[in-house]
Antibody, heavy 121, light 107 residues
Framework: EVQLVESGGGLVQPGGSLRLSCAAS????????IDWVRQAPGTGLEGIARSRNKINSYTTEYAASVKGRFTILRDESKNSLYLQMNSLRTEDTAVYYC????????????WGQGTQVTVSS | DIQMTQSPSSVSASVGDRVTISCRAS??????LAWYQQKPGKAPKLLIYAASNLQSGVPSRFAGSGSGTDFTLTISSLQPEDFATYFC?????????FGQGTKVDIK
């Protein structure tokens, strides 16, 4: 079964850091683009970061809202990805999903179950 | 960024009803549009891609249409398991943006 499982969410103070993990199973993650999408009550769903596949040198792209603060990392040996989040703000509070990008277009299937990140003092 | 606007924001319907949800993009996205279904506490699930293609395993009562800036998701005969929130997503240019969602609930 093709699956993505996120972990690492939690409560962090503004200005703090957190690293989310995304473990892939049932497929070779290095063959695929993997994105991070977040969902916050006020702002809805938002695509925030992309990691292209190995053949595209794992290049990355970030939305303006997180650029310079968030970084996607990959670990081929663990078939996993990570989202390193620094300088967190209250507006980063959301459920974070990792998603596999279709090879036919920029739609997402499957999604992980999501991990909650809460930024609050 | 491309803005996606869905209407209505909510719809009350009965089992067997035909339900239509609209999605408008602030600029043309050709057929680069997807639809997702989300149930409470769960991740979104892909229903339709490339505006009108049914994802494998999705019942044929779901159909998508449109191109450019105006798109429609139709559920031909609403089933109990279809009560959920539906989102459109433009897949034309990064950052990928989503509609605010349409909640389909029981009348």
């Amino acid at each position: 079964e093709v699956q993505l499982v996120e972990s690492g969410g939690g409560l962090v103070q503004p200005g703090g850091s957190l690293r989310l993990s995304c473990a892939a199973s049932g497929f070779i993650s290095s063959d695929y683009y993997i994105d991070w999408v977040r969902q916050a009550p006020g702002t809805g769903l938002e695509g925030i970061a992309r990691s292209r596949n190995k053949i595209n040198s794992y290049t990355t792209e970030y939305a303006a809202s997180v650029k310079g603060r968030f970084t996607i990392l990959r670990d081929e040996s663990k078939n996993s990805l990570y989202l390193q989040m620094n300088s967190l703000r209250t507006e980063d509070t959301a459920v974070y999903y990792c998603v596999r990008v279709s090879m036919a277009g920029n739609w997402f299937d499957p999604w992980g179950q999501g991990t909650q990140v809460t930024v609050s003092s | 960024d491309i803005q996606m606007t869905q209407s209505p924001s909510s719809v009350s319907a009965s089992v067997g009803d035909r339900v239509t949800i609209s999605c408008r993009a602030s600029q043309g996205v050709s057929s680069w549009l997807a639809w997702y279904q989300q149930k409470p506490g769960k991740a979104p699930k892909l229903l339709i891609y490339a505006a009108s293609n049914l994802q494998s395993g999705v019942p044929s009562r779901f159909a998508g249409s449109g191109s450019g800036t105006d798109f429609t998701l139709t559920i031909s005969s609403l089933q109990p398991e279809d009560f959920a929130t539906y989102f459109c997503q433009q897949a034309n240019s990064f950052p990928w943006t989503f509609g605010q969602g349409t909640k389909v609930d029981i009348k």
